[in-house]
């Protein structure tokens, strides 16, 4: 258990070093900052021997041993008032006596009879002149305090063993120290945050977080390449690269969902705006047409319409064409360059998009559409706002939910999924997308040709076996 969770830790540091690193540069530049703006202070220490007065060598331990003693008590002496009063008016007044006794302290030196008196200020003279100050007046006091009431001589005495001297080297601010601690304190507080951030963040990263909200596979992980989105798709995806491997590989994936039927229906969408779903819809139906496969994409976001920008389509016919009555199918359907794709674009946009997809003619649509195609895809919309998603993935054969990395919050898609499946639909599969790119390269774009290769061979003999069945009927009609 303890080694799990080291690990988790471990992986929280992997996927937030960004936010430590940022902590530790805050908190060193504040610790640089303070240090800078604090003032210096030079520190200057006197001491006094504390000794008895008596001169019979046989009472030299037990003097020695009251010396001790009494050097303790003296100490306290030096946060008195009085005598921060008295050095005050030895050094000409020109510093208060409340300032003099918080600059000052003192301490017995263990196992001697020795009494270190120390001041700091801003300044090494002055701070010598205060340690040497106090010094001479603790050095009075005691005297004064040992002093017989009857008169006589003390049996105690406290003489000037050490006087103080200028240390032109500050004490304060500890330059190391500070900044060492800011490094500390700094790692300390990234790593807590971002183990908070992880407690409280639900946006759904790994398999293992999408496994928490569905049973359904991950039939793919697209890396995010803003390059290849800026291109024509066609183009981007004839290239071996590792974002437009990503869709052969969901290409392959979704040879294995609905094996029973020879036309499938799929509707693509996801949980919000903004997650990728008509990108991902476009290149998986363009990276299918060039596998061999008979495929009709479908716009059927009439809200928020993108794809015959994206594909450089005309838009003033298409499937809301088609849904009133306008045109027939193979007027509105228009092919994608030569990669043999069928796009039925959004058209001109209806006030009452919910109505038209929930409609006789919808579902008349999607029909015609499947008996003419081996595959057909439905551009649909989110399926939170609004639930034109979920009533058309009840007509089609599932629905592919997309998921942005790291956006996408596991309640999100459990609620998408969840309308679903309340109006007997099913999720086919979660393709996670934008996801960060990791170890570009030539090895990469090498093992884009290879696979690229075998995975067409194997589609190819897919589309020539459908291509020779097709063929046989003819012969026999």
């Not at 001697?112 to 100050?133: G, W």
């Not at 693509?268 to 009709?296: D, F, H, Q, R, Y």
């Not at 997309?402 to 109006?423: N, Y």
Request: one cysteine or more.
């Amino acid at each position: 258990m303890g080694t799990v969770e080291l690990r988790d830790y471990w992986l929280t540091v992997r996927r937030r070093w960004r936010l430590i690193v940022l902590c530790v540069l805050a908190s060193t530049a504040a610790a640089s900052f303070l240090t800078w703006q604090s003032t210096p202070m030079y520190a200057s220490s006197a001491q006094l021997f504390v000794s008895t007065t008596s001169s019979d060598t046989s009472d030299a331990p037990a003097g020695g041993a009251f010396a001790a003693q009494r050097v303790e008590s003296y100490v306290g002496f030096i946060k008195a008032q009085s005598l921060a009063e008295t050095v005050a008016t030895n050094l000409g007044g020109e510093i208060d006596a409340g300032v003099l006794k918080d600059s000052v302290t003192a301490e017995a030196v263990p196992e001697t009879v020795n009494l270190v008196v120390t001041a700091q200020y801003s300044d090494p003279v002055v701070a010598r002149d205060i340690a040497q100050a106090y010094a001479e007046a603790l050095k009075d006091r005691i005297a004064d305090v040992e002093s017989p009431e009857s008169g006589g001589v003390a049996p105690i005495r406290a003489s000037i063993l050490d006087p103080a001297q200028i240390n032109d080297a500050p004490v304060s601010p500890n330059v190391v120290r500070n900044l060492g601690l800011g490094v500390v304190l700094g790692l300390l507080l990234g790593v807590g945050l971002a183990v908070l951030r992880d407690l409280l963040d639900t946006s759904i990263s790994t398999a293992e977080q999408v496994a928490e909200v569905t049973s359904r596979p991950i039939l793919g992980t697209i890396s995010s390449d803003p390059t290849a989105v800026r291109k024509l798709p066609s183009a981007a995806l004839a290239e071996a690269t590792p974002w437009a491997e990503a869709f052969r590989v969901l290409r392959t994936n979704m040879q294995y969902v609905e094996v029973d039927h020879d036309h499938r229906v799929f509707v693509i969408s996801s949980s919000l705006p903004g997650e990728g779903k008509s990108t991902t819809a476009v290149n998986l139906a363009i990276t299918l047409a060039m596998a061999g496969e008979t495929v009709c994409i479908v716009e059927c976001d009439l809200r928020r319409p993108t794809m015959a920008d994206r594909l450089k389509l005309d838009d003033s016919v298409g499937t809301t064409s088609v849904l009133i009555g306008r045109l027939s199918v193979d007027d509105a359907l228009q092919p994608y360059a030569d990669t043999g794709l069928k796009v039925l674009t959004c058209g001109p946009r209806p006030p009452n998009p919910s109505e038209l997809l929930q409609s006789h003619q919808m579902e008349m649509l999607i029909k015609e559409l499947s008996n003419r195609f081996s595959v057909v895809l439905l551009d649909a919309p989110p399926l939170l706002p609004v639930t034109d998603a979920a009533l058309l993935a009840a007509r089609a054969d599932g629905m592919l939910a997309i998921v942005r990395h790291g956006k996408t919050t596991k309640d999100q898609l459990g609620h998408a999924l969840e309308r679903v499946e309340s109006v007997g639909a099913k999720c086919v599969g979660v393709v996670m997308n934008m996801a960060p790119t990791k170890g570009r390269g030539r090895a990469g774009y090498a093992y884009g040709y290879q696979y690229t290769y075998t995975e067409e061979k194997n589609l190819s003999r897919r589309a020539q076996r459908r291509l020779k069945r097709s063929g046989n009927d003819a012969a026999h009609a």
